[in-house]
């Protein structure tokens, strides 16, 4: 069925609003794990401060924003995606187009930008590249994407490893560790190509020194711990 790509401006004024609109799209299940998204995102943003991004805007914090807009269009089917991108000249890559799930990110971001027109830049960034991740993500772009791995719902995650993240002397430190633990929970799962995005993401945090290693006792090809992630 085709997905109603139709929104309004300004329909979204405060939080509530979106928190609203946002329960209306998506499953039970979705919006807790988007409302755990919303708290871990702000948790990761007090553990490592930083004022490389806009923290409101209109009176909305940045990590509520986008820790509740980021999967909104996470269970609109591989059409409606496509559809939607067509429709409202969302560019996407081969990659994307070859597995549209990849761009819920960038679709969700578009749907939030059409009913909170003007909503500061990097957030709508952050939204988009939280699926894959990228080069230069800000603290919030970072915050999101680990928070999207860790949050208290997702089952295939453990307080021990979430303690081990937690523990990373930096935000992009913190992320490599993720990035390089989703590689392996996708290869597990059969996606043998990963995603520009993530070796973008990947490259970049390496270049700035943020390469010290991957939750150890998941590495199960180095002997005595794995210190890069392959
Ligand atoms: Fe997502
Ligand atoms: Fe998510």
Not at 2 to 27: C, P, Q, R, W
Not at 190 to 200: D, T
Request: proline share 3%.
């Amino acid at each position: 069925m085709s997905e109603n790509t139709t929104y309004t401006a300004d329909v979204i004024a405060n939080i509530e609003d979106l928190d609203g609109f946002l329960k209306g799209k998506v499953s039970e299940k979705r919006y807790i794990h988007s409302q755990g998204v919303a708290a871990t995102t702000a948790r990761l943003l007090e553990l490592y401060p930083s004022n490389n991004y806009p923290k409101t805007w209109k009176g909305f914090d940045a990590a509520y924003f986008c820790g509740l807009a980021h999967d909104i269009a996470r269970e609109m089917d591989d059409a409606s995606i496509l559809a939607y991108c067509h429709e409202n000249s969302v560019e996407l890559t081969q990659q994307e187009i070859d597995a549209p799930v990849l761009a819920h990110g960038k679709v969700s971001a578009d749907i939030v930008l059409r009913m909170c027109p003007g909503y500061p830049s990097s957030w709508k960034r952050a939204i988009e590249v939280h699926t894959t991740g990228g080069a230069g993500m800000d603290s919030l772009a970072l915050a999101l994407f680990v928070a999207d791995f860790i949050e208290p719902s997702r089952r295939f995650m453990t307080d021990e490893r979430r303690s081990y993240y937690l523990a990373s002397p930096n935000l992009g430190s913190c992320a490599y560790r993720v990035l390089c633990d989703m590689i392996d929970h996708w290869r597990e799962r059969g996606f043998l190509s990963i995603a520009n995005g993530s070796l973008e993401m990947k490259a970049d945090l390496e270049a700035k020194g943020c390469d010290e290693g991957r939750f150890p006792w998941m590495d199960r090809n180095a002997a005595g711990g794995g210190r890069s992630c392959s």
